[in-house]
């Protein structure tokens, strides 16, 4: 089973600001990597895909990069809205796995 | 728009069974796998299991292979989640979700709550 490590586990930030968040993972997932936001009593929602797709709706603010092991999503200027946990997932190996998750809480 | 509402969670004693259902609508239902996810209280995501568009190829994570069983009825435009000898560590929100690129959650439902307890 992939391990996926994310970090670090809060991040403080004000509005405006940069957030950076990385998710490493535990062998080789080529760009087989998607990234979620979840904000507190809802569903979680599809940011990411294959590293560096924005889905649908996503602002441009968001963006991934990375491959193989190494993954960053950026979000540039942060929105009031942003404040929530984000989730890394990998489609590379069965069973596909999520990271720990990653919360983005103001300062 | 794509909707997906699951249904069926509850309390339920640990070594007994439960079935979850998701009902799906606002998009060809025959064209997509399905998945299920769970986040138990206070915790991450733990993904579950996916189910081909066609039905014909099902994977688990090992947490629950054996004990949970995948399946779908295209003609009702249905997904499910049959829970076998459940445990204490199975209680979370269930999410089901529809599939992208064959291993992403392109949409989620809102979730059911299972709880396994005496």
């Known amino acids: 089973e992939i391990v996926l490590t994310q970090s670090p586990a809060t991040l403080s930030l004000s509005p405006g600001e940069r957030a950076t968040l990385s998710c490493w993972a535990s062998?080789?997932?080529?760009?087989?990597l998607a990234w979620y936001q979840q904000k507190p009593g809802q569903a979680p929602r599809l940011l990411i895909y294959?590293?560096?797709n924005r889905a649908t709706g996503i602002p441009a603010r968001f963006s991934g990069s990375g491959s193989g092991t190494d993954f960053t999503l950026t979000i540039n200027s942060l929105e009031p809205e942003d404040f929530a946990v984000y989730y890394c997932q990998q489609r590379s190996n069965w069973p596909r796995t999520f990271g720990q998750g990653t919360k983005v809480e103001i300062k | 728009q794509v909707q997906l509402v699951e249904s069926g969670g509850g309390v339920v004693q640990p070594g007994r069974s439960l079935r979850l259902s998701c009902a799906a609508s606002g998009f060809t239902f025959s064209d997509y796998g399905m998945h299920w996810a769970r986040q138990a209280p206070g915790k991450g995501l733990e993904w579950v299991a996916i189910i081909w568009y066609d039905g014909s190829e099902k994977y688990y994570a090992d947490s629950v292979k054996g004990r949970f069983t995948i399946s779908r009825d295209s003609s009702r435009n249905m997904v499910y989640l049959h829970m076998n000898s459940l445990r204490a560590e199975d209680t979370a929100v269930y999410y089901c979700?529809?599939?992208?690129?064959?291993?992403?959650?392109?949409?989620w439902g809102q979730g059911t709550l299972v709880t396994v307890s005496s």
């Open positions: 979700g529809r599939d992208w690129k064959s291993g992403y959650l392109g949409y």
């Open positions: 062998q080789s997932i080529s760009s087989y």
């Open positions: 294959d590293a560096s």
